[in-house]
């Protein structure tokens, strides 16, 4: 099993950054893909940004591609997801996914950490 928990959200006005974090423990090994997913209420989850296990491959959303950066450091853990120039409709419950066990999907995840957006 892998236990992930996720920080750093908060409330932020437009324009500005944060940095959420998402700390993995358990079978780490095992993962391949983590990713970050965020949902308002009333609405479906939807995709933000991927980075496969080396850090090399990444995929963004369009909706955030050039704002948004994943990273993440294996050595300790972790995963990051680097939020600039933010805008009222990036405001969601971000939740923070991984792929691992040598499943084909995102089988793991965390509790979300809540992103709020003012104009």
């Known amino acids: 099993q892998v236990q992930l928990v996720e920080s750093g959200g908060g409330l932020v006005q437009a324009g500005d950054s944060l940095m959420l974090s998402c700390a993995a423990s358990g079978r780490t090994f095992s993962i391949f893909s983590m990713a970050w997913f965020r949902q308002v209420p009333g609405k479906s989850r939807e995709f933000v940004a991927r980075?496969?296990?080396?850090?090399?491959?990444?995929n963004y959303a369009d909706s955030v591609t050039g704002r948004f950066t994943i990273t993440r450091d294996n050595s300790k853990d972790m995963m990051y997801l680097h939020m600039i120039n933010l805008k009222p409709e990036d405001t969601a419950v971000y939740y923070c996914?991984?792929?691992?066990?040598?499943?084909?999907?995102?089988?793991?995840w965390g509790q979300g950490t809540a992103v709020t957006v003012s104009s």
């Open positions: 996914a991984a792929q691992g066990g040598g499943s084909g999907s995102y089988n793991y």
């Open positions: 980075i496969e296990r080396s850090g090399s491959v990444t």
